[in-house]
């Protein structure tokens, strides 16, 4: 960048002048406030009015506006050269300048997310006042989530992992119950902060769907920069059906510019009970969505019922390119003319390489048709039961309706994908204060200490509460949390009849306080155990997994835990020990829920399907990082998807001089 020596900031940026305004406003009442309260207008205005104090004041609140201001917008990283003020702006009979500084690498443009040293100097008739102080830029939260659940011919309540404002949702089926018989296409309705439903249809209602698979992206309407990369989301009103031999779509313009736009879609609303599938194009109908050209709308294929009431459509775009966002691997990417129909028996599979090689095969994928070549008008589809198994391409088919002839073979068509390599790391967790009883914080164990760093990773605010401490310290340590995660090396003596009716959200690794906590009146340790049994996922914290009989959770053999004697009535049991020997493994305990003492309990509870003393949990895998990670936020209620930021803003004072 550009050094000037007295570097101006940009006129065009409104935040600049807008903090001028905001001082002045500001200084008018304060100095307006101070004459009234004065002994008299010429006192105030001669003896009284104290011109240090003034200089100080100014100084102290257009500090605190510029930063306000670089919350808002790091467009003054470029406005500004480095450790250089700005001119004199004038207010009243005062002046003050700013300058900022990045301590690190004496670059203020390379990186937004560097600590700045923010410098202002205010003189008041020939008093000046000096001020400054280490700002430490917010990470805002990814405003964005994928998952994965299953979703048959009736609606289904699929749960946010975050809460958004005006939340656009797509999605992609997996087709492989329902390919060999009929297409099928995803409905999605009632989208809200929290939720969506969803349900599969088959065009033109000749037969009925059975449950699927289906993949889902969330992201909050807007456009946006996630570690860098350029996306958007937005909807649209459509009264417009295209389909066979009609294909106009809507005009439609991007939030932001892109070299090569990844374009998603969803039909988001179900005003009308009949199908209806979104579909994209660019200037002519076979062509891509293009950088300059957009058009977004719903075709009916080859039905002859072409009346539609108006539906919403949701649209998501994404910069195509390798990016990481969130910690994971991401690739938006098109394919070739390459994906086909899926054939007469619902089995043609077409498998385009991904543009890198992931470093395993990524969890979860959203894909979209580009254009329309072939007449008949089709969609994309997973046309297989492990659409994802590989690190290098992805298994994709196009399917047709049924409704004018049962042929579902279609030319070739170019499909835009998404594929994320696991679901961003910090759209869930992060923020959350977590109190973690362990045996001895002075000194502890190995594993303890694992525990710790693997939710610090998550972003999580982790204190300590160990068995010496007394009652009353633990009683407040806990109620001052999001959420207690008890270690499974505690002491059961120094937490037994303490916790059992505490109105506080606990996640339990310890076998000896299941009855406390009234998940069971008891509970065994298994040893030599990897898997668990996944048997309900309806629940947040197993939304999205497959039902399972071996799940693996640990990489190594590990003690598990199993349930015994008599069970909570109100427990919903998520997960249980691998046949041949089954029973409950991961329970969870909503508000109310009646216990296993027949009392109901107050807070949300769950206990982990792992954990004695010989428990190590560095041999927890991703899936069952996961399973804790959702346990811990599940429990919490939520509290860690209210801040808007991963890392909040921060500002440390430094000496003010004279």
């Keep these: 960048m550009h050094a000037r020596s007295t570097p101006r900031p940009d006129p065009r940026h409104a935040g600049y002048a807008l903090l001028l305004v905001i001082i002045a406003i500001a200084f008018a009442s304060a100095l307006g406030t101070s004459m009234i309260l004065s002994r008299g207008p010429a006192a105030a205005v001669a003896g009284n009015v104290r011109l240090a104090g003034d200089a100080r004041a100014l100084a102290e ?16 990283r470029d406005a500004y050269a480095h450790d250089a003020w700005s001119a004199d702006q004038p207010f009243g009979q005062g002046t003050f300048r700013v300058k900022f500084a990045d301590p690190e690498d004496a670059d203020l443009a390379n990186d937004p997310t560097q600590d700045v040293r923010i410098t202002v100097r205010a003189e008041v008739d020939g008093r000046s006042h000096e001020v400054a102080a280490l700002f430490t830029p917010p990470r805002p939260r990814h405003r964005f989530e994928v998952g994965r659940f299953t979703a048959g011919p009736t609606p289904t309540t699929v749960s946010f992992q975050n809460t958004y404002e005006n939340p656009v949702v797509v999605c992609t089926p997996n087709i492989t119950n329902n390919a060999p018989d009929r297409s099928v296409v995803v409905r999605v309705q009632n989208v809200g902060a929290n939720s969506f439903e969803v349900y599969l249809q088959n065009p033109g209602d000749v037969s009925t769907p059975v449950a699927d698979e289906v993949h889902f992206l969330a992201m909050e309407q807007g456009a946006h920069e996630f570690d860098g990369v350029k996306a958007e989301a937005w909807t649209i009103e459509a009264d417009l059906v ?28 179900a005003n009308d009970p009949r199908w209806s599938m979104f579909w994209c194009r660019g200037s002519l109908r076979r062509r891509a969505p293009e950088p300059g050209t957009l058009r977004v709308g719903r075709h009916v294929g080859e039905d ?28 938006a990417f098109l394919t070739g003319q390459e994906v086909e129909g899926v054939g007469p028996d619902g089995d043609q599979v077409t498998k385009p390489d991904f543009p890198e090689i992931f470093d395993q095969p990524p969890q979860y994928a959203l894909a979209n048709q580009a254009g329309e070549v072939g007449g008949d008008m089709s969609w994309a589809v997973f046309p297989d039961a492990d659409p994802l198994h590989a690190d290098h391409h992805i298994h994709l088919a196009l399917d047709e309706d049924q409704i004018g002839d049962a042929e579902r073979d279609h030319d070739p068509e170019r499909v835009f994908v998404v594929a994320f390599q696991d679901a961003p790391n910090d759209s869930l967790g992060a923020g959350l204060n977590v109190l973690m009883a362990v045996e001895d914080k002075g000194s502890m164990t190995a594993e303890d200490n694992t525990r710790l760093a693997l939710l610090q990773s998550w972003g999580m605010n982790v204190s300590l509460c160990d068995d010496a401490d007394g009652n009353d310290e633990k009683i407040a340590a806990m109620e001052a949390a999001d959420v207690v995660y008890i270690s499974a090396q505690v002491g059961e003596p120094a937490w037994r009849n303490l916790i059992d009716d505490l109105a506080v959200p606990f996640v ?12 069971a009146s008891g509970a065994t340790s298994t040893g030599g155990e990897r898997e668990i049994a996944i048997v309900d996922t309806g629940h947040p914290i197993t939304q999205g997994l497959s039902l ?48 296993h003492t027949l009392w109901s309990t107050p807070s949300r509870r769950v206990q982990l399907p792992w954990g004695d003393e010989n428990f190590d949990p560095a041999e927890l895998n991703g899936a069952g990082q996961e399973l804790l990670l959702r346990s811990l936020v599940w429990a919490a209620g939520g509290a860690s998807r209210d801040s808007p930021w991963i ?7 430094e000496e003010p001089s004279e």
Excluded: C, K
């Design 242 to 269: 295209d389909r066979r031999g009609a294909s106009d779509a809507i005009a439609a313009e991007y939030l932001q510019d892109y070299d090569r736009p990844i374009v998603l879609g969803q039909v988001m609303t």
């Design 61 to 76: 609140a257009a500090l605190e506006l510029t930063v306000d201001m670089a919350i808002q917008d790091d467009a003054f």
């Design 304 to 331: 002859t019922d072409t009346a539609r009431s108006r539906e919403t459509l949701g649209v998501i775009v994404f910069e195509a390119g390798t990016h990481v966002i969130g910690g994971t691997t991401v690739q």
């Design 548 to 595: 399972d009989d071996n799940y693996e959770i640990t990489d190594a053999h590990e003690d598990m835990l199993v349930l015994t004697g008599s069970l909570a009535l109100g427990g919903q049991t998520l997960a249980e020990r691998s046949p041949p020997d089954t029973g409950a493994a991961l329970m969870a305990l909503e508000i109310g829920a009646q216990r």
């Design 647 to 653: 890392t909040p803003p921060n500002l440390v004072w």
């Design 508 to 519: 339990n690794e310890h076998p000896g306080l299941v009855n406390d906590l009234g998940f």
